[in-house]
């Protein structure tokens, strides 16, 4: 890859940052006349804006040093930061494959940002060759890979996602926020050798706080500075750090026995999904949801809702194709006995 600030916009480079008034005073005790706060309530003052504790706790469970940590207000705040760092609007692209996460789609419109969709292969997975000749292309900043993708389940080729790191001059976020529910190892643990990448994860789906917005970053901590120079400065409230905080020191292993329930019911209702005559195909789940094909994803989906249950219609993108997340085991079964009522 080139040189980190030759990948930065140099409007960026440039930037300084607001500075806030806490970033003058780092403790905690004090009398507080310096930020134009109400003095009375308990949630008058502002919350730490680098969540200092919360990525200190964060940093023992992913085994990873603090400064190779950012959050963002979810991961769409870091989805969009990487465009707005790395991509000069009306002028260089970004590349992702299809179908994946429409966020990306968002962001790169946003920012202004032609984003290129490469096709996965029939098995969904990535197919080095198609991507293989825009690698070199001076205007070609950024590669989004989502594994688990989102709504194809699946983890993607390994060895195709470090030949891709390691070609390409540019940034590479992978976005790992299904990682949970899969034994694949984190490309957070390859941070030092490649550092051009950016390895992307939640607090929303195997934990279960997805009201609290809060998405992780590990990346080099030269574009972890990066992350903070362009963040608002107080992009999570004192009210979700000290929620995520607590979780992680006093259920952590809850986390864990929830993540393994949801596993246990992927497996089960994949062998039950297979033999409801209006499905036509289960796909390989490496996630917290399964894609099924259906004979008739609209007609399913409307006869669905109309029994109260919420699935994703994706045949927009994948023909005829239904997402459906884990529920509990009785809402699952409730889904079940509906589909099995269904006859096309």
Not at 57 to 85: H, Q, W, Y
Not at 301 to 312: A, D, H, T
Request: aromatic content about 8%.
């Amino acid at each position: 890859m080139e040189k980190l600030d030759n990948l930065v916009r140099p409007n960026v480079r440039a930037l300084n940052p607001y500075s806030c008034a806490r970033d003058d005073f780092k403790g905690h005790e004090g009398i507080f006349l310096d930020a134009n706060e109400n003095p009375f309530g308990k949630l008058n003052r502002y919350p730490d804006p680098y969540q200092s504790e919360l990525k200190s706790a964060i940093a023992v469970i992913k085994d990873m040093p603090t400064e190779n940590i950012f959050l963002g207000n979810g991961s769409d705040e870091i989805i969009d930061l990487c465009f707005r760092i790395f991509c000069e609007p009306g002028s260089d692209r970004a590349l992702t494959f299809s179908p994946t996460y429409g966020m990306y789609q968002v962001s790169a419109a946003a920012n202004n940002v032609e984003l290129i969709r490469i096709p996965l292969n029939d098995d969904f997975d990535i197919d080095f060759s198609r991507v293989e000749p825009y690698l070199n292309e001076s205007s070609l900043k950024l590669i989004i890979i989502c594994s688990p993708n989102n709504p194809t389940a699946n983890v993607m080729n390994r060895q195709a996602i470090r030949k891709i790191i390691s070609s390409f001059r540019g940034m590479v976020l992978i976005d790992e926020a299904y990682k949970d529910f899969n034994d694949e190892p984190s490309f957070s643990q390859v941070l030092n050798d490649y550092p051009n990448l950016i390895v992307m994860q939640t607090f929303s789906k195997a934990w279960g706080m997805a009201s609290l917005r809060i998405g992780m970053a590990f990346a080099a901590t030269g574009v972890i500075a990066y992350f903070n120079k362009m963040k608002p400065p107080y992009n999570i409230s004192s009210i979700n750090q000290e929620t995520a905080l607590n979780k992680i020191r006093k259920n952590y292993s809850s986390v864990r026995k929830e993540v393994g329930k949801i596993i246990a019911e992927r497996e089960r209702m994949s062998g039950q999904l297979k033999k409801m005559p209006c499905i036509l195909e289960v796909f390989h789940s490496d996630a917290n949801f399964i894609l099924v094909k259906t004979r008739n994803a609209d007609l399913i989906y409307s006869l669905l809702v109309k029994e109260g249950i919420i699935v994703r219609n994706r045949s927009s993108v994948i023909k005829d194709c239904i997402r459906i997340t884990m529920g509990t085991k009785s809402e699952n079964n409730k889904l079940l006995k509906a589909l099995k009522n269904i006859n096309l």
